[in-house]
């Protein structure tokens, strides 16, 4: 493997270590705690609404300790390599419910520990995602490595979401959580260990805490995308999290053919990245973005008609396509709202900005949770244990309705985002150092 490629490798496998765990954890959350412990829907609305809170405070305040982190190891090494094993034991006990806990000691348990998971995870992403502008910096080498991690990704979720039925079906879920944490953060500390960071002068003046967040505060287009992504995000999370629900109310199929719709939806994304991945580099990021976001938001039309596991195979596969579009396009829209910011200021601010998108993308935990509340009112839809008078509904309007109305949403905002085409952009570095 040529060195340019080997370093998009190394890097890029860093994605595959940092959604096994993280997309376990957001797709069956609802699933163990409110179908199979217990938990309330207006709890688990509850503990969604909180945290999406706790990650506006967290988010800015890691990004902004990571820019201004100096150590020989670098400035993102040290805390990949202190969050990781933290996140993977939060992301265990997650998982790993003591039988004897139940009523408001189930609530303050899942509380704790989906907190502390989630700013663990805000803690690894916010350093992964910090060092993909410094690292590549053109949009060819920017496609080209994140059309690589983007697969990587989809792998993991194959594993991560399409398989955990059958897997925790086999050794239950606190082993699976078990086996995925450790898998997922050997890797996360591989990428680590080989990914060489941009260096930087001591005399380089470190970002301002107060100055980063009013820049951030005054950048329209960091607003105008981050609200794009949440309403994006938010669709996705709940496809993730109510799929099961689908399965089991609505097409009241067996529970682990799950399985096979988790599939239609990564198998046909990973076909698909690199067909996305092209059109970028033909044509301009800017309107393949908009078209993959329209074409997400389409897919859900014929995924509220499936009525048996064919037919939505069939509706599956076309969320899987629109999926890998965005997928594909989104991470290069943030890369050069950095860009542009490092160009604008001369500062290197790469971990705020990058976890302030990542706040923004957590946004999606209000929308959830307000979509959880909804079925409650609307359904009756209280837990496994009393589903109410119409579960079959409430999962197919989890699954397609409220995702198609955030799908359009999250389109619109993206005719408010726009860059300047330079001639030759493809290939001419954007950022401060070399690749």
């Known amino acids: 493997m040529s060195e340019p490629r ?56 890691y990004g902004f300790l990571s820019d ?37 000691s189930l609530f303050a348990y899942a509380m704790l520990f989906y907190i502390l998971t989630g700013t663990l995870d805000s803690v690894i992403n916010a350093n992964y995602g910090a060092l993909f502008p410094e690292m590549f910096q053109t949009d060819a080498s920017r496609a080209r490595t994140n059309a690589m991690r983007q697969a990587f990704q989809l792998v993991a979720m194959i594993i991560s979401i399409a398989l955990t039925p059958l897997v925790t079906g086999a050794i239950g879920f606190s082993m699976t959580a078990i086996l995925y944490g450790i898998l997922g953060g050997g890797v ?3 990428m680590t260990f080989t990914s060489k960071e941009v260096g930087f002068q001591e005399e380089e003046e470190k970002p301002k805490f107060w100055h980063s967040l009013k820049s951030l505060f005054l950048n329209r287009k960091f607003w105008l995308a981050g609200f794009t992504n949440a309403f994006y995000s938010a669709a996705m999370s709940l496809v993730l999290a109510s799929l099961p629900f689908f399965v089991k109310y609505t097409l009241q199929i067996p529970d682990g053919q799950s399985t096979i719709l988790f599939a239609s939806v990564l198998l046909i994304a990973i076909g698909c990245v690199a067909v996305w991945a092209r059109l970028v580099k033909k044509y301009s990021l800017i309107p393949i973005w908009r078209i993959a976001l329209i074409s997400l938001a389409v897919a859900f039309v014929p995924l509220f008609f499936a009525n048996s596991l064919a037919t939505a195979i069939i509706g599956s596969a076309m969320v899987g396509f629109g999926f890998a579009g965005v997928i594909t396009t989104m991470d290069l829209i943030g890369a050069k709202i950095m860009d542009e910011d490092t160009k604008k200021y001369n500062l290197r601010r790469e971990g705020i900005i990058s976890n302030a998108l990542g706040f923004m993308n957590r946004l999606n935990g209000l929308f959830t949770s307000f979509a959880f509340y909804l079925i409650f009112v609307l359904f009756q839809f209280e837990s496994g244990n009393n589903p109410g008078p119409n579960p079959g509904n409430a999962s197919r309007f989890l699954l397609t309705v409220f995702p198609l109305v955030l799908m359009l949403i999250s389109f619109g905002f993206s005719f408010l985002v726009n860059f300047p085409e330079k001639e030759g952009d493809n290939e001419t570095p954007i950022a401060l150092a070399e690749e």
Do not use: E, H
């Open 6 to 61: 080997m370093k998009s490798f190394n890097y890029a496998i860093g994605m595959f270590g940092t959604s096994i765990p993280i997309n376990m954890f957001k797709t069956y959350a609802a699933i163990y705690y409110v179908d199979r412990l217990g938990l309330t829907t207006l709890q688990l609305s509850s503990i969604l609404f909180w945290y999406t809170f706790i990650d506006a405070i967290d988010n800015p305040v």
């Open 68 to 104: 201004r982190t100096r150590t020989r190891w670098g400035r993102r090494r040290p805390w990949l390599v202190i969050g990781t094993p933290l996140l993977v034991l939060c992301f265990i006990a997650f998982y790993s419910t003591p039988a004897f806990l139940s009523g408001n």
């Open 188 to 190: 996360i500390l591989y």
